[in-house]
């Protein structure tokens, strides 16, 4: 019994290790995640959060203005901000905070909600992505920060948005894509090692506006979505031809990012907007599934889970939407401010905006569940005056990473 019994423990502790070992190796390099839809495959992680928050493992104090997020691959956090009179791109060790290099990128996006870049950093292999609040987009070596390439979306016809360029590129197999907007094309690939121009999509020309596109397959065609403040549109991967197109009436900023399910794409936005959900078919035809002004999102993002999207509606508050439908589910606007979104192991990580609460909530149907929360501490004296806590919660191998401008915070969950 005694073998028996010490043969079951080794076994426990050697698979105990291995998860261990598959989780440290998980990454998130790019904005949303592996699958760019805000899941982090983490599992195990803690079902409820002791009073005054899980453990902060570090905080990084040096990142500087910028509502960047962090990508995270092979032990690494990269993200974006200012250092002296320049934007940076920024490497830390994630699981110490120690700063590993920081590099230029181009001048500093100055504006009156707060200076810096916006997006998020994408990591492939040995190269990282990023583009400042300017247009300056860098690829730069993970080792040590140096610049392999430089573009700005200016030279492919790009005018910086009025609150600056906030896409995060994506990497799509050879390609790098982006949104300059403008006369010469929306959306632009480029050689990924090269920084070469494949190919300008020419036959849309709205201007730029704030999200970031999505590659998706839908009906067999490997493509691009995106949208700007009118459109909402695929784009072929091969060419840059537009496939479908669909109006969508957006206002002063569009901003969260596209989801897409099957052969389905579902949008929303603020500033009184609303939300569409359209499906594609065969012939690359768009039919309206429904309209409506329920889920209002303005910049916190809206999550997919399973049928539902969760998220924050301006003057709703937050808010689980059934997918097929566009029928609400639930409400909750008392428990928590406006604010930021992720989903990790079966649960919701929403962020207060304003008083930087951090609450973890179940992502179910049955209604607003709290299992804990804590208050970012301490928080940045230097975010501007119409600044908020505006970057997106994150979780990859057991730890939450947040951050409010200058400040990086780290914190233990699994």
């Known amino acids: 019994m005694q073998n028996r019994a010490l043969a079951a423990a080794t076994f426990s502790f050697v698979v105990a290790q291995s998860l261990c070992g598959t989780l440290a190796d998980a990454d998130w390099p790019q904005w949303r ?19 005054g928050g899980p453990k902060q493992l570090w905080i990084y104090k040096n990142a500087g203005k910028g509502y960047a997020g962090p990508a995270i691959s092979q032990g690494a956090l990269y993200t974006m901000g200012t250092q ?31 200076d810096g870049p916006r997006g998020t950093p994408s990591v492939d292999g040995d190269r990282v ?8 987009l860098v690829c730069a070596s993970t080792q040590d920060g140096s610049i392999l390439w430089h573009k700005s979306m200016s030279e492919f016809g790009g005018k910086t948005p009025n609150w600056g360029y906030t896409e995060s590129v994506v990497v799509d197999g050879d390609k790098i894509l982006a949104t300059p907007g403008g006369e010469k094309g929306t959306v632009i690939a480029l050689n990924k090692e090269t920084g070469s121009l494949i190919w300008q999509s020419s036959d849309i020309t709205d201007n730029a506006h704030y999200s970031t596109m999505v590659p998706a397959n839908i009906q067999g065609q490997w493509q691009y979505v995106q949208r700007t403040e009118k459109s ?31 052969n389905r794409v579902y949008v929303t936005a603020g500033y009184g907007t609303g939300c569409k ?16 002004r329920l889920m209002k999102n303005h910049h916190g993002g809206a999550i997919q889970v399973g049928g539902h999207v969760f998220g924050y509606s301006d003057g709703v508050g937050w808010l689980c939407q059934d997918l097929e439908s566009g029928e609400e589910v639930w409400s909750e606007k008392r428990a928590l ?8 192991d079966g649960k919701l990580i929403c962020v207060d905006e304003g008083s930087g609460k951090v609450m973890l909530i179940d992502a179910s149907t049955e209604g607003f569940k709290e299992h804990g929360s804590f208050t970012l501490d301490p928080q940045s004296e230097i975010r501007a005056s119409r600044g908020k806590i ?11 990473y947040l951050r409010d401008q200058d400040l990086v915070y780290c914190y233990q969950v699994q």
């Open 129 to 136: 992505y990023a583009m400042n609040g300017g247009g300056h």
């Open 337 to 344: 401010g406006k604010g930021a979104i992720g989903m990790a």
């Open 33 to 51: 995640g592996p699958s760019r839809n805000g899941h982090s495959p983490d599992t195990g992680l803690m079902a409820s959060w002791p009073d």
């Open 390 to 400: 505006w970057t997106h919660p994150v979780v990859i191998n057991g730890k939450l």
């Open 277 to 292: 959900a359209v499906e594609i078919n065969e012939k690359m035809e768009v039919k309206e599934l429904y309209s409506n």
């Open 232 to 262: 909402i549109f695929g784009i072929h991967a091969e060419n840059g031809s537009v496939l479908w197109k669909t109006d969508f009436p957006g206002r002063t900023a569009v901003i969260p990012t596209p989801i897409v399910f099957g």
């Open 84 to 114: 002296g009179e320049k934007s940076t791109l920024i490497s830390l060790d994630a699981n110490t905070g120690k700063e590993r290099w920081t590099t230029e990128i181009g001048d500093i996006l100055g504006n009156g909600w707060g």
